[in-house]
């Protein structure tokens, strides 16, 4: 992830007390609005970890093949990644 736990903590933070301030959302809760906020966000940031994850697996999957065919691991990793990313229609 490219942003800190703690910072995206502050974000949820943020984006709550604005929220709550133009009066899009009414809680008297806002701890735990803030608590669900910060989750959400944590798992939308997550995504390119888990996508990256798993391009490794795939790749891991043909390392052999790509040894004896000369692939270039970084062109093959955005491949794969382009695909992952395509197939999960996700925003990166």
Do not use: C, W
């Not at 133009?22 to 735990?32: D, M, Q, S, V």
């Not at 803030?34 to 944590?42: C, D, I, S």
């Not at 997550?46 to 798993?54: G, P, T, V, Y």
């Not at 270039?72 to 990313?85: A, G, I, P, T």
Request: hydrophobic share 40%; net charge negative; aromatic share 8%.
């Amino acid at each position: 992830m490219l942003l800190s736990k703690e910072y995206v903590g502050y974000l949820a933070r943020e984006v709550t007390k604005k929220l709550i301030a133009g009066e899009f959302i009414e809680t008297k809760e806002p701890a735990k609005v803030t608590e669900k906020v910060h989750a959400a966000m944590l798992e939308e940031m997550s995504l390119e970890d888990r996508i990256h994850d798993e391009v490794r697996v795939i790749l891991e999957a043909y390392s052999e093949e790509m040894r004896q065919s000369g692939a270039n691991y970084q062109e093959m990793f955005r491949k794969v990644k382009s695909e992952l990313v395509r197939k999960y229609k996700a925003v990166l």
